[in-house]
């Protein structure tokens, strides 16, 4: 009898129950074909592949959600119809397999016969001796015609064009993949197993190209099969795909003109824009872990446990292995197709350039690539990325000097959303650059105005909480940098009157900021001690600042005299209706005596009669008008000492300390009222 054998797979049709008949692979089983009664549970693609029947069946199924469709008049019922699919599986064979995540196809099925002499010879050992010598780039391979060129055209092409029919080599130098991508070639020839999967299916692709090994030299050659599987398996899958795009970029420009790069870019793009309730697939997220993760199970809903929501971010952490130019294709189709959330953009870039810089701390040439690709792919939204990673940008494009427009882009950016910054974030960085972003910052509300509109982003008005906390920042900062010995004044002071048109609540901050800047410079002069405390609104202290800063024995006098004063107007002012004096007595005596540093016997004598007075305070209301009278006996008494102590007055001293105390005696009765100096 004879008899043909028809595939070379291993039978996968296995029986449960009498009615059952599916197929043992890795891979789901999509279809089911309902054969007399009899279901066989088996996978579209080998079956279509072959059969113009099944092919109508399953395209003429009005249900999408269906997949089973009935035979009943098949001539040999079930057998017969075994008998077909098992030859439909024995060519395609369901050899797609996942293994942790990442799928893979194997083909051909015989042994692998390939070995190494040295690093580079590469031969088959077959008890048939080999009749070509293949050189691919230095590497030698010992192979047999007939395999190779009964699917290569391009190795035909080569062999005919050999001139001396005693030669048998043949030389490829310039084959995408190089010698790894020939080895899979040649071993899909001779039929051996061989092990796609996302790290080197490209790489054979692009070389099967290279090899002419289409479907016009044999049929089921290569290039087909490494298309299917790309096209039914790799482009479906999250992280294979971005695998995939990794090793597109060695095999420029061919993964380019087979259109794999695309193909990645669009399955990566869609992935990251799908909704995030329809992501089924595993992606890495460990910035803020999600309650399974950590070992937490989900709550259960009327006995049935609901599965958690996946975070709008989930695939941001994965393209952060991406070189840079991969990179900044990949979100620039995310942004084109425009259903990411600007904020979401923003934590990918910030999760990117975290990972970056610390890879690439000591690489210059990568962190300057980085910074332009970053602040290219930035979105226009204010407020979309973080102002602590702008900074840190900014920070790296000044240790690299990088100029030009990325970095102006930066400053417009920290400028236009400061508020937003800390001084941790800001304390590396020079005065002269945050002056800049403090000027960037105050132009918004007169940019309306001009014809620099272009120069920013979005042109809106600063609201005043804004403004707030930038004053405060600034206080902050200037308290930071106070505490340098090699400060100039003349830097502190020009950013602190930045932000003096900033209305702020209190002085607390430019207080604390000037006392550390005293504190570092003791060798300042009296003259420079008033400039810099011209920068605080004494009125604008509280309490516990103006405590402190009768005690400050860094103080001019003029300081110390004032805060005195207007702390003395609060314990003594009514709760309803307040009545000031004029405080103009207080800035009428010489510049010496005003600017001289109180010693501790007078600190401590204001202070000790401050607290009483404060005390009678409380005790009686009726008692203010003496209160009042017993602060002027206070500031007549300091006034005194310093005239006894002082060897010349100023010749710009227009009265005498009696007719100055005198004169405040008088202004501070509650019947006249005025508006207090500082000056």
Known sequence: MKFMKLGSKPDLFQSSGENTRYVAAELATDIVVNVCNIKFYLHKFPLLSKSACLQKLVSSSFDDSSNEIEIHDIPGGPGAFEICAKFCYGRYRVGIYCVF???????????????????????????????????????????????????????????????????????IHDIPGGPGAFEICAKFCYGMTVTLNAYNVAAARCAAEYLEMHESVDKGNLIYKTEVFMDTSIFRTWKDSIIVYQTTKSLLPWSEELRIVNRCLDSIASKASMDPSRVEWSYTYNRNKLPSENGIESPLYNGVRKQLMVPKDWWVEDLCDLPVDLYKKVITLIKAKGKVSFHVVGESLKA??????????????????????????????????????????????????????????????????????????????DVDLVQELVKIFMMQDQVADHGDQHEFLEVKFVDSAAKVKVAKLVDCYLAEIAKNPDLPLSKFIDLADMVSPLSRPSHDGIYRAIDMFLKEHPEISKSDRKRICRLMDCRKLSADACMHAIQNERLPLRIVVQILFFEQIRATSSTGSRSHGSSRSITTNTEEEWDSVPTSEELKTLKGDLASLRIKDGENSNQRPKGMQMSSRILSKLFSSKVKDSDNESSETSESPTSTNARETKSTTPSRSGRYSTS
Do not use: W
């Not at 602590?388 to 400053?411: A, N, P």
């Open 101 to 171: 995540g990442m799928k893979f196809m194997k083909l051909g099925s015989k042994p692998d016969l390939f070995q190494s002499s040295g690093e580079n010879t590469r031969y088959v050992a077959a008890e048939l001796a080999t009749d070509i010598v293949v050189n691919v780039c230095n590497i030698k391979f010992y192979l047999h015609k007939f395999p190779l060129l009964s699917k290569s055209a391009c190795l035909q092409k080569l062999v005919s064009s050999l001139f001396d029919d005693s030669s048998n080599e043949i030389e």
């Open 352 to 429: 990117y350039v975290q990972r970056k810089l610390k890879k690439d701390s000591e690489d210059d040439v990568k962190i300057r690539s980085l910074i332009e690709t970053i602040v290219f792919l930035l979105p226009t939204e204010k407020n979309s990325v973080s102002c602590d990673l702008l900074i840190q940008l900014l920070q790296e494009s000044v240790r690299l000097d990088c100029g030009g427009t990325r970095r102006d882009e930066l400053f417009k950016r920290i400028g236009q959303q400061l508020e937003n910054a800390s001084v941790a974030d800001l304390v590396n960085l």
